[in-house]
């Protein structure tokens, strides 16, 4: 420290890291916690529907515990959930609306209670109906799944895949402070060489993508029941890599996310902002975080002033469509004010503690 109260630029940015990290043993103990409980779902919905059982080919961690991007807790787990059919699944563009697929099914095996009657295409609504139906089906007889440490939780649905996601929160019974969070979102999975034509290529080394179910977005979107949209969380991770100033910044930008009350600025967003960056150039991520930070947190502002924050696999897509203009405007004035803050800071080569709590709501004595 360079006095009594304050931190040099460097040192500051170092002391909000490690607040925000997330220690080894907690990541396992949560890890591990959430493995059994996943595990009882599936095990529990897979009992109760056979056709499920047939289908279910797996859980794909995605969001920010898959990037090692998670702050403070790692109690949230975005998993996709794989389906595999007995037929050929084909995605269909959308030749309006880029990003945008219909599964158009084929063959002997057709899931007829997945399949719009009218079309050979899986419906979004009846997949979200069934997951829908399984999910409530079984919570009853999840209420006390043993875990380690004698840790017991008790399971509640709370989001039910009206939007993307199916939402559980777990709830440890002897520690009702400790509660997971699950976001189960039915997917199906392609290869790479499946990747619509006409959208952005991208690396990929043959991984695969998937098809999640989403309604079109925008003002005029036509209320389509059979849109699902494209999603490739390991091709978004290779451009990450192994860059950890750059995850660090993603970090950083979070903590002023949480401390300045922006919580419609979803952590995809603060991750497109650096996407977007590392494929036009626009920075070098061999700077150091905080120097980093000031840089994104400009980027930010760019993109809210435009109100467009291009989505990374499809540059088309405006990820901004979902904010209001009121938050726009009001989270450009709060970045505004926490770059200049920032800048004053690296100028000065220090953080003072006020400064400290409005940029990241940590204090320190």
């Known amino acids: 420290m360079s006095s009594d109260y304050d931190f040099t630029f460097g040192e500051g940015i170092e002391f909000v890291l490690q607040d925000i990290s997330i220690k080894p043993a907690q990541r396992q103990s949560f890890n591990k916690d959430a493995e059994i409980i996943e595990n009882a779902l599936i095990s529990a919905i897979s009992s109760h529907d056979r056709t499920f059982a047939r289908a279910f080919r797996g859980l794909k961690l995605t969001g920010s515990n898959l990037d090692g991007l998670k702050i403070d807790l790692p109690d949230e787990f975005d998993m996709l959930t794989t389906i595999g059919l007995n037929c050929k699944v084909h995605p269909v563009p959308l030749a309006d609306y880029p990003g945008y697929v219909y599964l158009r099914v084929s063959g002997k095996k057709v899931p007829t209670h997945l399949v719009d009657n009218r079309y050979n295409y899986i419906s979004r609504e009846k997949l979200q109906a069934w997951f829908r139906q399984n999910i409530a089906a079984v919570m009853e007889e999840l209420q006390h799944i043993p875990c380690a440490g004698r840790r017991t939780y008790a399971l509640k649905y709370m989001a039910h895949g009206y939007g993307v996601a199916h939402t559980i929160m777990a709830t440890c019974r002897g520690n009702r402070k400790r509660k997971i969070y699950f976001d189960f979102v039915p997917a199906f999975e392609f290869q790479a060489h499946e990747w619509p034509q006409g959208l952005h290529q991208h690396q990929h080394e043959n991984r695969t993508w998937f098809a999640i179910p989403r309604t079109i977005r925008g003002k005029n979107a036509p209320k389509d029941p059979l849109t699902f949209m494209v999603c490739a969380p390991h091709w978004e991770r290779m451009v990450l890599g192994k860059k950890q100033n750059l995850k660090d910044t993603m970090r950083l930008m979070k903590a002023i996310r949480n401390a300045n009350h922006m919580p419609s600025l979803i952590s995809y967003m603060i991750k497109s902002v650096f996407l977007n960056c590392?494929?036009?150039?626009?920075?070098?991520?061999?700077?150091s975080p905080g120097e980093q930070l000031v840089r994104m947190c400009v980027r930010m502002i760019w993109a809210l002033v435009e109100r467009r924050l291009p989505f990374y696999l499809v540059p088309e897509l405006n990820l901004f469509e979902t904010l209001s203009?009121?938050?726009?405007?009001?989270?450009?004035?709060?970045?505004?004010?926490?770059?200049?803050?920032?800048?004053?800071?690296?100028?000065?080569?220090?953080?003072?503690?006020?400064?400290?709590?409005?940029l990241f709501g940590i204090t320190y004595d």
């Open 278 to 287: 590392a494929e036009w150039k626009y920075t070098t991520w061999n700077q």
């Open 325 to 358: 203009d009121n938050q726009m405007s009001d989270y450009l004035r709060q970045f505004n004010r926490i770059t200049r803050t920032l800048i004053k800071c690296l100028d000065r080569d220090r953080i003072t503690p006020d400064q400290m709590e409005f």
